[in-house]
């Protein structure tokens, strides 16, 4: 009977450490968006805030090091900013946030052809994405490659009439 109230106990005890690890993960996720929302409103230290929040949860997550990004992007300091994207793609290759201000900042670094080259692995992870046509484009306006930065443009254009504000997938996990 004891030994089986043990296994009850680790099991309930398992449950709720799955349970908690999710909570933070969504908490980071919101705590992110939120900080992204000040710095596009000019409300630096709410965002370093929500960073320092983040940190406290995960100081190792790829979303915490990419807010840090975002943060020195905001303060043009761009070899920070740099080196925190890397850093955050280096835990999770497949962040396309990630990728595309990487290659925003590259460009503010003059560094075009690899500006290029990470925008379109955002690209090629998910080609539905009209910010990541509209970075492209701006890419290659830069290597005065006219030509192909229109077929971007127009790209982009059509991909933002049909794509939603939240993605389909997303959906079930709200409702």
Known sequence: MLLQIDRLEAKTSSIQQSQNFQQNILLIRILTLIGEFYL???????????CQEIAVLN??????????????????????AKKHYQNALSINPYHIPSLQQLSI????????????????????LNNSLPD???ILARVL????????????????L???ATNPIIPFTTLTRIL
């Open 40 to 50: 596009r409103h000019d409300k630096l230290i709410d965002a370093e805030m929500c």
């Open 59 to 80: 100081s190792m997550s790829y979303l915490h090091i990419y807010l840090k990004g975002r943060i020195h992007e905001y303060k043009q300091e761009f070899s920070q």
């Open 105 to 124: 900042v590259l460009c503010y670094l003059e560094d075009f052809h690899l500006a290029e080259k990470m925008i379109r692995d955002a690209i090629s």
């Open 132 to 134: 990541s046509w509209h």
């Open 141 to 156: 306006d830069y290597i005065n490659d006219s030509q192909s930065a229109l077929k971007c443009y127009q790209t982009c």
């Open 158 to 160: 059509q991909l933002e």
